[in-house]
C-alpha cells in the first residue's frame, strides 16, 4: 500500500511558474512508475506526465511537453512537477499517482487505469 499526498498547488497568473509536490509513505517509491495527471472542471483526468520506476524515462503530454518537468527523488520519497510558462489552460487539479507496473510504454502510462495509487489532488489555478 502506498499513500500519496500533494502539495504546492495555489493561485498564479498566465506565464508563472509552480512546483507541485507527492510525497509517498508505505512503501518505497523505488519501485513504483510516478504519473502526474490533472482534472479541470466538467472535463475527464488527463495525463500529465510520468517518470518511470527507472527513472531513466518520462513521458509527457503534448499538451505541457517542453513546460512542465516531473523528476523523482526515491530517497526522500517524492516526485515533483515544474510547471513553467503556465496558462489559463493548465487549470486544473493535479493528482500524483503511482504505478506497480515496469512497462516501458508511454501508451500504457497515459491511462489512469494504469496507476494502483493515487492522492487526493493540490488545486492549480492559473489567471489570465
Known amino acids: 500500500q502506498v499513500q500519496l499526498v500533494e502539495s504546492g498547488g495555489g493561485l498564479v497568473q498566465a506565464g508563472d511558474s509552480l512546483r507541485l509536490s507527492c510525497t509517498g509513505s508505505?512503501?518505497?517509491?523505488?519501485?513504483?512508475?510516478m504519473g502526474w495527471f490533472r482534472q479541470a472542471p466538467g472535463k475527464e483526468r488527463e495525463f500529465v506526465a510520468t517518470?518511470?520506476?527507472?527513472?531513466?524515462?518520462?513521458y509527457y503530454a503534448d499538451s505541457v511537453k517542453g513546460r512542465f518537468t516531473i523528476s523523482r527523488d526515491n530517497a526522500k520519497n517524492t516526485v515533483a512537477l515544474q510547471m513553467n510558462s503556465l496558462k489559463p489552460e493548465d487549470t486544473a487539479v493535479y493528482y500524483c499517482a503511482a504505478s506497480r507496473s515496469r512497462i516501458l510504454s508511454s501508451t500504457f502510462y497515459s491511462h489512469a487505469r494504469g496507476y494502483d495509487y493515487w492522492g487526493q489532488g493540490t488545486q492549480v489555478s492559473v489567471s489570465s
Open positions: 517518470s518511470h520506476w527507472s527513472g531513466s524515462t518520462t
Open positions: 508505505g512503501r518505497a517509491f523505488s519501485g513504483y512508475a
